[in-house]
Structures are given as C-alpha cells and as structure tokens.
C-alpha cells in the first residue's frame, strides 16, 4: 500500500497552533479522547477506492471485515465468527455473527460481502485494487471486461453465510478478508450517492469499532465509538481526533506541547535525540522505499527526450549503481532503516521458514564504476547529452532530504542533472497514477505477508502498476504462483519474478521501511501494525 511521509516549519505551528488545537489538553481530555496525526488528507476512504495508508487507517478503524488483524497481525473473527475450508482450499464457508450491525443499526449481511467485492473487481468502480479480489474465481475475467459481475465466485446462501470459491489454495486469504478492499459496504447507500457517501458522516454507513463523525478538510477526520460494534463495551475511547499536519516539524512541535498524543516520521534531524530520550520508538514497517521510472508511452508526452533515455535499461541500472544507500539511511533518514538491496523487504518467510530475501541485487553503496560505464554503452559519457530529468516527490522535508540526495549523487557521479519538483499528496497521486511523470519517488507496504503483495504489483496493466511496465516472462510466473499449490515450486516462481523485475530495473529501491513513532508515554495499547495500519478500538489513556 502507498505510503506518504508528510511534514513545513515551526513557524507555521506557532502561528497557527492557538487556533488549529484550541481547547485540546493533555492525553485528549476528559481520559478516552486521543489526538493522532494522520498526516495527509486522504484522497478517499471508500473501502473498494483507497489505496494509500492514510485512508486505510481510516478504514480499519471505520470498517470489519470477515476477519479482523489482531495485535499480531494475524487474522482473527470479526464479522465472521467461523468459517469452514474445504480440503482443497478452494471453498470457504463464512458464518457471520448474528449480532453484527451497521452504524444505522441494520444487520450486516453476506449480501453486503458480495456487493463490494462485486464493486472491487467491476471495471465501472475503477479500483486501483481490483487485482487484490482477483485470488476469488473469475475476478480477473471480470475487472477485464470478459465476464459479468454476477459471476465472482462468493455468493450469499442466506443472510448470514457467505461462500466464496477461489482460483486456486492461498495460503494468505484470510489475511486478505481483513484488508480494506474486502470490507463490505452496503449497496444502497452507495448507490444513492456514488461519488460523495464516503465523505460526508450522515451517509459513511459503516461497521467497525469506530464511525465518522466529523470531517474538516485539511484539518481533522474525527472519528467516534460506534455502539453497535459488536464488542463495543471495550472500545475505550469515545473519540479519535485525525490530525492532518503536513509537515513533520509542526507535528513535532504539537506532540512536545502535548496537543498531540500520537505521531509518525518526526523529522529525520531529530530521531537520534527523540529515540535517545525516548520519546520515539522504532515499529517494524513491512515496506520498502523506491523510486520509478515511467515506462509508458505516456512519458513521451511529458518529456519526450528524457522518456527516450530512461527507456534504455542500462540507464536505468545505471542510476540505480548511482547511489549510495547506505549514506541515505545513516545520514539523510536516520530511522534505523536498513538499505534496500532487493524489492520484497526482509521479514517476509520463504517456503521453508528462512527469509524470503536471499541475495544482493548490487551493493548498498552502489558501484560508481560501473554506473559511469553503463551510462557510457547507453550513448551518454560523464552524462553528456543526457536531458535534464525532473524527479517528482509528493510535499514533505523527509521526501525532499532523500530527493535532494539523490540528485546530488546522480550529479557526481553521473554528470546527470536533475531538477525537484514536489506536489501536494492528493495532486500527486493522481500525477502517479495517470503517468504523467518521468521519475518519481513511491513507497510499498506490504498488504500481507508473502512476497506476492510487492510482485504482483507490476504485472502488465496491473491496478497498481503505475509504472507502466510490462515483461510477459514476468507476467507468466506471477500467474503461475497464484496458481502453484506446492509451497516450494510457489516461492521459486517469485524468486525468478524479482530476478526478472531487478535485470529489467524499471524502480530502484532505497530502503526497507522503519517506523518511527512518539507515543505520550499515557497512550496504552493501540496497535501499529507491521503493515502501515494503527488500530485503536483497544487502546485507552492511563490515567
């Protein structure tokens, strides 16, 4: 899942501080209020549209699932009470609980199940995620307009057992039922209003331990117990209020004045002193940060020069062997991040329990030799003749530290000139999405854990592909590991999927995500989940 880093100066905070936290106190008030800092403002927080951590955290603490991840991260009943697998792990039997209810008080049904995961894979939805729901029989066929969406494998035998018919044994989907794309939703608040309902509190109809009940553009979500979630008696706080402070300095600057409880990513400068004091904390965070390369047709049309030469894998590897990672992460983000020398992170077990990632796709502090005579074979020595190239960040200090480096590093030892440009995260998701880029930075939190959440990423036409890359080779074994029962032959199928995404080079990772949070020391109990989420429903202030 997309992952946005944002921050500005303290002089904005203490201009702004009086009237942006008037009335807030010390651990949120009156004992179960918690102030947290979401950061961005979420593009969306429809379940079946989002596909970015801030709106995804909006969602886990809105919405249930079938299952839901406990603090552990693994999957655990919600609005399933039990479910029943056939022996060939084709069929599940979910059995909903009977006292499972929507925030307007009407029973949560199967059907609402198979209205959204119908909605997911519907090519009119447009769902960046409708490839996560292809793992249920025909949803590929579907989202690709070959089959009608009546004709997803899950079906309601009553109002409360839902059945769903997979492609092939995945080891991970009730992992996946947990996930935002799989949350139901109901089909006539939707369909009332399809654009606006997940905007406005009096029609965000939800499910889960939390609801909508205030939104104040590029200020604050605020969220409030739901009463009719099923364990609502130990939901401890009666409100969250989602800060969206933008920069990291100001953020700081309200967690130490106590008008915030909760924050991430301070700003790099002040994680040493932060962690010294202990103040912050390092979370594992299953992800990693990179950067890519548009590989469309549409890059032609931003800069038809610059298209041409990242074009050229060469260059590519090239400026990939540019870079010194290990100078990023000791010297610019200062997170305890580790250096990125693959694309799937460590953390993620092989098929015989020992780490998924086993090799070096090139050395954390690059090869600069090799760079310059890469560069060279490609027609540009010492980066003569190579055009200016814009690399593209979303607004944030810690984005542009790392963008500032890279262009450092690309400019000595290239000779490539490379010019920033930074939008709004809104602005530049679209920017990303719609290919209007050459180079640009992103970020991949793992949605599950298996290598199959970074890989299947990039396979041609992909909901996520925003790269516009395209490998049949590499098309062929992802498909063939969604269909692999044998745990071994599955895990080699994606070792050569990434042997064919690293030679082909169209993204260069930097680093394996960390996560840096300042939690009031007051704040008990709620949980940041490896895979980007924080989940409130069991936290509470100690008094």
């Known amino acids: ?119 997911a894979v519907d090519p009119a939805t447009a769902s960046e995620y409708a490839y996560q729901v292809w793992y249920v029989k025909n949803g590929q066929a579907i989202s690709e307009g070959k089959m009608a969406v009546d004709q997803l494998g899950v079906k309601a035998i009553d109002d409360t057992t839902l059945e769903v018919t997979l492609e092939a044994p995945t080891a991970y989907f009730l992992s996946l039922t947990a996930f935002p794309t799989y949350m139901p939703v109901r089909k006539d608040v939707v369909e009332k209003d399809p ?105 032609a049309k931003v800069d038809p020069a610059a298209a041409k030469a990242i074009s ?5 590897k090239a400026f990939a062997l540019a870079i010194d990672r290990k100078a990023i992460v000791e010297n610019v983000t200062k997170g305890g991040q580790l250096t990125a020398t693959s694309f799937v992170p460590n953390g993620i077990p092989d098929a015989d329990g020992s780490d998924f990632k086993k090799k070096d796709y090139y050395p954390a502090e690059g090869n600069v030799e090799e760079a310059k005579k890469l560069l060279a074979e490609a027609g540009y020595p010492d980066g003569k003749g190579f055009p200016k190239i814009t690399l593209m960040y979303n607004t944030s200090q810690g984005h542009q530290a790392i963008a500032m480096a890279m262009q450092d590093m690309l400019k000595k030892n290239l000779g490539v000139e490379v010019e920033l440009a930074n939008q709004e995260w809104k602005v530049f998701q679209k920017t990303r999405n719609d290919k209007n880029y050459i180079f640009a930075r992103h970020g991949w939190i793992a949605d599950y854990v298996d290598p199959m959440t970074f890989l299947d990423m990039w396979i041609t036409n992909g909901g996520q592909n925003n790269i516009g890359y395209s490998n049949p080779e590499y098309d062929k074994r992802i498909e063939a590991a969604k269909k692999e029962a044998d745990p071994a032959k599955r895990m080699q199928l994606l070792h050569e999927a990434e042997d064919i995404l690293m030679n082909d080079m169209p993204l260069i990772p930097i680093y394996y995500y960390t996560n840096v949070a300042c939690i009031k020391p007051y704040v008990k109990d709620v949980h940041k989940s490896a895979l980007g989420f924080v989940y409130f429903e069991y936290g509470y202030i100690e008094k």
């Open 1 to 119: 899942m997309k992952k946005a880093k944002l921050l500005i100066v303290l002089a904005v905070v203490l201009a702004l501080g009086v009237s942006l936290f008037a009335g807030c106190a010390k651990g949120g008030g009156a004992g179960q209020t918690i102030k947290y800092n979401l950061g961005a403002e979420p593009a969306t927080i429809d379940p079946q549209l989002n596909s970015a951590v801030d709106g995804a955290t909006v969602i886990v603490n809105t919405f249930d699932g079938l299952t839901r991840l406990d603090a552990s991260d693994k999957p655990v009943a919600a609005m399933a009470e039990k479910w029943e697998v056939s022996a060939d792990g084709l069929t599940y039997k979910f059995f909903l609980r009977k006292d499972a209810k929507w925030t307007d008080g009407q029973p949560v049904k199967a059907q609402d199940f198979v209205y959204a995961w119908q909605r």
């Open 195 to 299: 654009q606006g309902w997940a905007t406005k509190p009096e029609t965000y109809v939800s499910n889960g331990p939390f609801k909508l009940k205030e939104w104040r553009p590029k200020d604050a979500i605020v969220l409030e117990k739901n009463p009719n979630w099923y364990n609502a008696d130990k939901v401890k706080f009666s409100t969250i209020e989602m800060k969206m402070i933008e920069d990291q300095t100001s953020s700081l600057a309200a967690f130490k004045s106590g008008q915030l409880d909760y924050i991430e990513s301070p700003p790099s400068a002040e994680i040493p002193n932060l962690l010294a004091s202990g103040d912050a904390k390092i979370f594992p965070y299953l992800g990693t940060y990179f950067y890519i390369f548009n590989l469309s047709p549409n890059a």
């Open 312 to 316: 050229d894998v060469r260059v590519r």
